[in-house]
């Protein structure tokens, strides 16, 4: 399905009138949960997930046969104000990586068995530096969402989107605080790895981006500080909201991306969890802001989706258990 939209006012009319999840197949599967071989609650949130992935797949006894990864590449104009411990040529040689199937995020999808798939985004061409002039026009950000969008793959059943982007930190920082505000010290963090001089930088351009472009329109703070990628994971997050695909979000970028959303449109993320709590300063700050609990926390700020990667194997026993365990009556068991 090609992106329904074509400005940023038709993608908010998209979000606004987006399905929620099938109410009957949510009861299904709770009645179910509380039928199967265990005591009530003994898998804790395993349990919630299974409900919550039910729902959004219509069945009350759902299988996840069809994950999808997909990372999308971008650079960004900032990163003339040297705000990075890489330059931007390592986002094409990362591409490449990914492309050869070398980097963490191959490793991880083909674990869990994930179909992945790359999209480079005119990285000939990074946006425009924030601290200057708005990091994208209207036109390229709503072909970044419409990339976004028209990479997911309708017949998926679980969804991670993941970045590479040298700069990227930076212009998820200026979005957070945008959507969420606060100072531009509370949002931006080391990144790749900056050192002190490094740090200062980036939040003196986060703290530049954000006096410029000043907006209470979250589409427009992502046009105007984020990247193309950024956009992109937007986008595609949106549509498997229409695909009722659900969601595991990756670390600080993505969740920067996913807020825009969130901040939108009320319960706009309902679709998604947080895969994992990442290193990144920030992180756990916007996971507060999005009202989602990691479902791993486990010192990772490497992006590439790699710690929503990992989490498909938290779903998959979630619902390897829901769907596959016995009931008391089909065991024979006793229920008390």
């Not at 930088?201 to 046009?223: I, N, Q, S």
Request: charged share 15%.
């Amino acid at each position: 399905m090609q992106a329904p939209f074509s400005s940023l006012s038709s993608f908010r009319d998209i979000l606004n009138a987006a399905p929620g999840p099938d109410a009957d197949a949510v009861q299904g599967a709770t009645d179910r949960n509380g039928q199967l071989t265990k005591p009530p609650g003994a898998l804790g949130r395993l349990e919630d997930l299974a409900v919550w992935y039910a729902g959004w797949r219509g069945t009350p006894q759902p299988q996840i046969n069809a994950p999808q990864v997909i990372v999308f590449a971008g650079n960004h104009g900032v990163c003339a104000q040297g705000v990075s411990a890489f330059p931007p040529e390592v986002t094409v040689q990362m591409v490449a990586n990914f492309e050869h199937g070398g980097a963490a995020i191959n490793q991880l999808s083909k674990t869990f068995g994930a179909k992945m798939d790359v999209h480079a985004l005119s990285l000939d061409t990074p946006t425009a530096d924030f601290t200057i002039a708005p990091a994208m026009t209207q036109d390229e950000v709503v072909l970044a969402l419409q990339t976004g969008w028209n990479a997911v793959d309708p017949d998926a059943d679980l969804l991670v989107t993941g970045e590479m982007g040298i700069g990227n930190t930076t212009s998820a920082a200026a979005v957070a605080a945008a959507v969420f505000g606060g100072d531009a010290a509370e949002w931006t963090g080391r990144g790749t790895g900056v050192d002190d001089a490094g740090l200062q930088r980036k939040t003196e351009a986060v703290t530049k981006g954000l006096a410029r472009h000043a907006t209470d329109d979250p589409l427009e703070a992502l046009r105007c500080l984020g990247g193309r990628e950024l956009a992109a994971m937007a986008g595609a997050i949106a549509a498997a909201r229409q695909h009722r695909i659900p969601v595991i979000l990756d670390g600080f970028i993505c969740c920067a991306a996913a807020a825009v959303l969130a901040k939108t449109t009320s319960g706009a993320l309902d679709h998604t969890v947080a895969g994992h709590l990442s290193a990144e300063g920030a992180h756990q700050r916007l996971l507060d802001g999005l009202g989602k609990e990691p479902l791993l926390q486990l010192g990772l700020r490497l992006g590439e989706g790699s710690g929503a990667a990992l989490a498909i194997g938290v779903l998959k026993g979630a619902i390897a258990c829901h769907s596959g365990m016995a009931t008391f009556a089909e065991a024979g068991v006793s229920d008390g």
